[in-house]
């Protein structure tokens, strides 16, 4: 059975955490009933793990290309796991794909958190045998639970994080199957092709979003916050509410409303910042040709910051996350607080946090798998980087331990100047844009507005050369191949590229931006048949960098 996430990417730690993947070179049945034990306690609350054979680590890093398993031993193998799964008490079943990676074959094994801590399992699997212990993962080592650790572990009985619950208000009819394909395609798992033939309920289960009896099967809260249209029909107020200050006086503001799946707020707000509140300044510098750049707010820092929010907010409680743009800083409101032992004085540090509890295990799954947040503990420090990379002042994090957390990011000080004699605002461009055409694009964005007999031939070597390092080499085909609307499949495929937002976001987002293409449904970006066509100014730019046309 198909696993619901991309397993070249999990096997290079892009999906969940090196400590919640145990690489295992051969078939060892002994220390897979441990480890399958230890990922059902979930002693952190941390989603569970996965067991991977036929591959060697390091470290905890895996050795590629795989030793792998024989083929005839597979089948085998699969029916070895069901029988370890009833000598786990109570018994517990994970789910098993069989993958070939470089032509070997592996067995990964997904272990999902239990509902039914604790458990244990056989010291030995050897005749006689009578001792048991519940086992957990210590970092990336799986142990006996013994003292302090067994006594955490029992206390964890019967609680289940809130977005793992069982939803008895809903019924498998509201989760939706659309959001469900889009959501397998878009992190490129094989369950895509699959979920096709599958019956609904099947798929449901598969995917860990819906438990129970085929009678009486019912969706889990993790999947109504991603996979149902309106959320905020199960969830009161599971959005987020941002209010844009046009001045100080507190009469001039906007309000928006996010909602949606949680990754379409999360979206949908960072496009609205961007495209409405982040600026770009190049100031200057007297008596030298050097310019310094700076926007008034990172969007790496934004992005980092209202991902976590979404994350870490608690959705059995009826406050929204809160965004307030002011005329000199930004805030962002989100209740509770962190779950202990985080408190206060952590958020005085740069440091990386390592929570020992989370709110919800899954919901960090999904936001990952879509590249909407990094690994554990990373959030603290990319915030700071990215603040201090743009000169920004330092964010400042606040907690009464309890209630809320509050984050102000305070405007780059070149945006409180009013000499603009000694300052030029650019277009509204991100980072990601500035980095893809280096810091030449107001050079390239020059060309597209001249005639192609006013640009020398200089200009146009160089805008066909960062392009084309840009774009692998395609970009004249690329880019007259749009001359028809064309989907995002079909331009990535052009580009020999993953249907992933990532690719989206670094090589058809840009283009966009700059006005080089359009897009087809501007107000609806996930529209079934959006599709993307070049503009005139792009074809102001074809024109320098041309070369006999062809299609895709």
Not at 493 to 499: D, T
Request: a negative charge; hydrophobic letters at 35%; one cysteine or more.
């Amino acid at each position: 059975m198909a696993i619901p996430t991309n397993i070249e990417r999990l096997i290079h730690g892009k999906v969940v955490e090196s400590e919640r993947i145990e690489f295992k070179k051969s078939w060892n049945p002994e220390d897979i009933v441990h480890s399958m034990c230890a990922f059902a306690n979930d002693i952190h609350n941390l989603g569970g793990g996965y067991i991977i054979v036929g591959i060697e680590e390091n470290n905890g890093r895996p050795i590629l290309p795989p030793t792998g398993l024989e083929e005839n031993q597979i089948d085998a193998f699969q029916k070895k796991v069901i029988e370890l799964g009833y000598k786990i008490s109570p018994s517990y079943f994970p789910i098993i794909q069989p993958y070939t990676m470089d032509n070997n074959h592996i067995l990964v094994i997904w272990c999902p958190a239990g509902d039914n801590r604790p458990y244990d399992a056989p010291h030995s699997l050897s005749k006689g045998n009578t001792k048991r212990f519940s086992y957990v993962r210590i970092g990336s080592n799986t142990i006996q639970a013994k003292d302090e650790t067994l006594r955490q572990l029992q206390e964890l009985t019967a609680r289940i994080p809130f977005d793992d619950r069982l939803n008895n208000q809903a019924k498998l009819e509201d989760l939706d199957l659309g959001l469900i394909r889009e959501y397998l395609q878009e992190i490129g798992s094989s369950l895509a092709d699959d979920s096709t033939e599958m019956k609904f309920s099947d798929l449901c289960r598969t995917m860990m979003i819906a438990k129970g009896p085929d009678e009486d099967i019912r969706p889990l809260n993790v999947g109504l916050l991603f996979f149902n249209k309106q959320p905020d029909q199960f969830f009161d107020r599971a959005w987020i509410e941002l209010v844009w200050h046009k001045d100080d006086s507190g009469k001039e503001f906007t309000e928006k409303y996010f909602k949606g799946p949680l990754n379409y707020q999360i979206n949908g707000v960072l496009d609205y910042i961007k495209n409405n509140i982040i600026e770009e300044r190049v100031v200057k510098l007297p008596h030298t040709e050097k310019a310094l750049r700076a926007f008034n707010y990172p969007y790496a820092a934004l992005e980092e910051i209202i991902a976590n929010a979404v994350y870490h907010k608690s959705y059995e409680l009826r406050d929204p996350i809160e965004i307030q743009i002011f005329p000199d800083k930004i805030t962002v409101l989100s209740y509770p607080s962190p779950m202990p032992p985080v408190n206060h004085k952590d958020f005085a540090t740069q440091k990386r946090i390592v929570a020992r509890k989370y709110r919800n295990r899954r919901i960090g799954d999904f936001l990952k798998e879509l590249d909407l947040t990094e690994g554990r503990g990373t959030g603290f420090p990319a915030i700071y980087r990215a603040m201090e990379r743009n000169g920004s002042p330092k964010p400042t994090f606040e907690t009464d331990d309890s209630n809320y957390v509050l984050v102000t990011l305070d405007i780059h000080p070149e945006f409180l100047k009013n000499d603009q004699a000694t300052v030029e605002v650019s277009d509204q461009a991100s980072e990601q844009v500035k980095t893809l055409y280096f810091n030449t694009i107001d050079d390239i964005r020059k060309f597209t507005n001249l005639k192609s007999d006013q640009a020398s031939d200089q200009a146009s070597d160089q805008a066909r050369e960062l392009l084309n390092e840009a774009f692998n080499g395609k970009i004249d085909n690329l880019l007259k191949g749009l001359n028809s609307w064309k989907s995002k499949d079909e331009i990535l495929e052009y580009l020999q590229l993953s249907n992933h937002t990532r690719n989206r976001r670094k090589y058809i987002d840009p283009l966009v931006e700059y006005g080089w293409i359009e897009i087809r449904y501007p107000g609806t970006p996930t529209h079934p048949n959006q599709g993307y066509k070049i503009t005139a100014a792009g074809k102001r730019l074809l024109e320098l960098i041309s070369k006999p046309e062809s299609d895709y």
